[in-house]
């Protein structure tokens, strides 16, 4: 795990999804990855932890938010949850449709997308954020900074992370000049540079600012 230089690291678990059990059994934690990035697409991830298996659970106890953990050990994470989690269900929408209809809307597609593949279907939602999602009909809670205060949404965050990041780095083979396999599109320097010397290529959010600007 990374170190916190700012604040003392704050562990997720079950507080949140304890507090609704007594009443709802599939309980899903939902989180997002690459809402800020200026390439390539955003992506959901919905999971279902065993909860009530002692055994699985103690496993997943180190489970944090995905920011607060390496490379390794999300991977390590993604592959721990990939084996034991009930259900898992991603979305993902490109950077065209980021600039249809907007990021907040893009996400809330790919949240809906990743709750609608997991079976058994979740009765309850924990969402990292603020971000709601009326169009599903099962009560939800939007928990900010979620993915370091419920285990659920931490895992949900791994799921997504990774899965992102692995397309990243298929979409740096396609676009060789702009190091998506370093950065995974997010706006450091390097990135900016490559846009600045080769333009905008067509996972690029055409809509963000940054890119916009750039482009003049």
């Not at 991830?45 to 909860?51: C, E, G, I, R, T």
């Not at 190091?179 to 997010?186: D, L, M, V």
Request: proline share 5%; charged share 20%.
């Amino acid at each position: 795990m990374q170190t916190c230089t700012h604040a003392p690291c704050i562990m997720a678990d079950l507080e949140w999804e304890t507090a609704v059990s007594t009443h709802h059994t599939h309980i899903a934690g939902i989180d997002e990855a690459g809402r800020g990035a200026l390439a390539g697409p955003v992506v959901a991830a919905a999971v279902l932890l065993p909860l009530h298996d002692a055994r699985v659970m103690g496993m997943l106890t180190a489970v944090n938010d995905s920011k607060q953990l390496s490379p390794k050990k999300r991977d390590i994470f993604y592959d721990l949850i990939s084996q034991y989690a009930v259900a898992i269900g991603v979305g993902v929408e490109s950077a065209a449709v980021v600039d249809a209809l907007g990021i907040i809307q893009a996400t809330k597609r790919a949240m809906v997308t990743a709750v609608s593949h997991l079976d058994p279907p979740p009765d309850y939602l924990l969402i990292d954020g603020r971000i709601r999602l009326p169009s599903l009909n099962t009560p939800q809670q939007s928990i900010i900074r979620g993915d370091g205060k419920s285990l659920s949404i931490a895992a949900a965050s791994i799921i997504a992370k990774v899965t992102r990041d692995r397309l990243m780095v298929e979409m740096d083979r396609l676009y060789t000049a702009y190091g998506f396999a370093q950065h995974k599109g997010y706006g450091t320097q390097m990135h900016r540079d490559a846009i600045a010397q080769h333009g905008a290529c067509p996972t690029h959010r055409q809509t963000f600012a940054p890119i916009r600007q750039m482009l003049l």
